[in-house]
């Protein structure tokens, strides 16, 4: 059982590059999430998916985009990066079920020059 | 949306007992959450206490919740220098498709 895995780790794009984060859970869970981390922001909401076939919008999903392609995997989308992009991502799954936890990848580290 | 708010840093000496509180403005989670954070890692469930309790203990930990003042706490006994890492209060929408983290409070223990 992997888990929640992410890829890439690490990346550094230009400004104006695009990209994909890639994310996948072993778990069979419906609902996934993709957070980006600021110092002393906390974990802000991107977007997240409720089910497969289902996305929505979180608190700063402007400039993002995501898949979820099937149940399994949940992807993230740079269409145009900027430097306010600079940032750690996290995926995360929950299982259906009390009491909720989230299982967390272990990130990507993006900075965007 | 929901607002949860923590201190950013605390820091110890080993062996003294730690307090990170957090506050919260949705009275109906269901569900408060306790993740922590080590360097260069994602996040892990920690401890949970269900609304209709106001304490719960697990080991060294003790989450105490008050939820007129919607206030929550971790204390965690005895703080060792493995306890150095940031730690999340987390509150979910009432349907769980959201959850709502604070700032994180990155707890420094000193030997």
């Known amino acids: 059982n992997a888990g929640v895995t992410q890829t890439p780790k690490f990346q550094v794009l230009k400004t104006g590059q695009s990209m994909t984060l890639q994310c996948a859970q072993d778990m069979n869970h419906n609902s996934m999430y993709w957070y980006r981390q600021d110092p002393g922001m906390g974990l802000r909401l991107i977007y997240y998916s409720a089910s497969e076939g289902t996305t929505d919008k979180g608190e700063v999903p402007n400039g993002y985009n995501v898949s979820r392609l099937n149940k399994r995997e949940f992807s993230l989308r740079l269409e145009s990066a900027a430097p306010s992009q600079t940032s750690v991502y996290f995926c995360?799954?929950?299982?259906?079920?009390?009491?909720?936890?989230?299982?967390f990848g272990p990130g990507t580290r993006l900075t965007v020059t | 949306g929901e607002d949860v708010e923590q201190s950013l840093f605390l820091s110890v000496r080993e062996g003294d007992s730690s307090v990170i509180n957090c506050t919260y403005t949705d009275s109906s989670s269901t569900y408060l959450y306790w993740y922590k954070q080590e360097p260069g890692a994602g996040l892990q469930l920690l401890t949970y206490i269900f609304s209709n309790m106001d304490m719960k203990q697990d080991q060294r930990l003790t989450v105490l919740l008050n939820k007129k003042d919607k206030h929550l706490s971790l204390r965690i006994a005895d703080t060792q220098t493995g306890d150095s890492a940031i730690y999340f209060c987390a509150a979910p929408l009432y349907n769980f498709n959201k959850f709502y983290f604070g700032s994180g409070t990155k707890l420094n223990v000193k030997p």
């Open positions: 995360a799954s929950t299982v259906l079920g009390a009491p909720y936890e989230q299982y």
